[in-house]
Nanobody, 121 residues
Framework: QVQLVESGGGLVQPGGSLRLSCAAS????????MAWYRQAPGKERELVAT???????KFADSVKGRCTISRDDARNTVYLQMNSLKPEDTAVYYC???????????????WGRGTQVTVSS
């Protein structure tokens, strides 16, 4: 069974740091772009950062300069390093990836179940 599993969330004080991980498991031939999204209570899900298969990255203006995204293709894992965290970063963070499961098949969009990040003193 193919799945994405996030980890690394938790409670952190303002100004602190967290590193989120998302591992893709199952029978996967290839992974295209990977991304992190977040959804705060009462708000729509928003894109935080993306990384292409070639390593090109893009960030939301709200996290630019405070976050980095990286991937380890040998481990089918994407990371989100978040620094200088603010209370407004509080949200459930979701991993997203485009996966190829079979030769000649289609790319499918997969989501993890999310990990809670709470920034509070």
């Amino acid at each position: 069974q193919v799945q994405l599993v996030e980890s690394g969330g938790g409670l952190v004080q303002p100004g602190g740091s967290l590193r989120l991980s998302c591992a893709a498991s199952g029978s996967i031939l290839s992974i295209n772009a990977m991304a992190w999204y977040r959804q705060a209570p009462g708000k729509e899900r928003e894109l935080v950062a993306t990384i292409t298969s070639s390593g090109r990255t893009k960030f939301a203006d709200s996290v630019k300069g405070r976050c980095t995204i990286s991937r380890d293709d040998a481990r089918n894992t994407v990371y989100l390093q978040m620094n200088s965290l603010k209370p407004e970063d509080t949200a459930v963070y979701y991993c997203n990836a485009g996966l190829l499961l079979s030769y000649g098949g289609s790319w499918y969009d997969y989501w993890g179940r999310g990990t809670q990040v709470t920034v509070s003193s």
